[in-house]
Structures are given as C-alpha cells and as structure tokens.
C-alpha cells in the first residue's frame, strides 16, 4: 500500500520548508536596530500600521511578530536583532504561527532557554 500524504498534511510541509528557508545560519546575523523607530515596508505590511516603536515593548512585540510571519531572509537579518527576539522569545512564540514557532526553535534550540519578558509596560 502506498503512502499518500493529505492535502492539510502537505500544506504543513509547505509551510515549514517556506519558513525555514528564511532563517538566517545563525541567530547572531539578525543585525537590526535595538532602539528607536522602525518603518517596516509594504512588502512585509501592506495595510494598517506599517511605523513602530523599538524603546516600547508591545510595539516591538507586534514589529516581531509581523516580520517572522511576512519577512523574507534579508529582512529578517536586517529588522530583527538576535538579542532581543532571544529576549521576547517565551512570550512572542505564543503569538505567532506554531509552524513559525516550530521551525525557528528547530533551528535554533536556545531560543528555549530563554526566560519570559515583561511586555505590560508602554
């Protein structure tokens, strides 16, 4: 009997090698900014808030957020700083797709030791 695999079960599979061939060899190549205001452009945001705030941390979880799920290689090396995604990690990884999740914690097992963040403030 042959193996056959079911289209929700492709569509996973898809989804992971997409998200995986974005990812950076190492988590030290995402070389974004750190503080200040970030403008994301179109091809990642292309309605709604498109300007956020690095110094604010739920306006930083919601850049992160949006560049993981939308960002090609490039833009993650360039929007993305290692520091803080390892930083925001226990709490942004509960907000984005498990495939997202999955994938960056398969590449990137210290990602799992990281202790939460407090993002209640501004």
């Known amino acids: 009997m042959g193996t056959t695999i079911t289209a929700p079960r492709a569509e996973v599979l898809r989804d992971r090698y997409r998200y995986r061939s974005r990812l950076p060899d190492r988590l030290q190549e995402l070389a974004g ?3 200040g205001n ?3 452009p179109l091809h990642i945001v292309w309605s709604g808030r498109t300007s956020y705030s690095l110094d604010r941390p ?3 979880m919601t ?3 949006t560049v993981l799920a939308e960002g090609l290689r490039e833009d ?3 929007l993305l700083h290692h520091r803080l995604l390892t930083e925001q990690w226990p ?3 509960r907000l984005i797709s498990p495939y997202i ?3 960056w914690e398969d590449a990137f097992p210290e990602l799992l030791r990281t ?3 407090d993002t209640t403030a501004a």
């Open 33 to 35: 900014p750190v503080e």
């Open 63 to 65: 850049l992160y957020r």
């Open 91 to 93: 709490v942004l990884r």
């Open 58 to 60: 739920k306006s930083r």
């Open 38 to 40: 970030l403008d994301l």
């Open 76 to 78: 993650l090396v360039a």
């Open 101 to 103: 999740g999955e994938v």
């Open 115 to 117: 202790d939460p963040v």
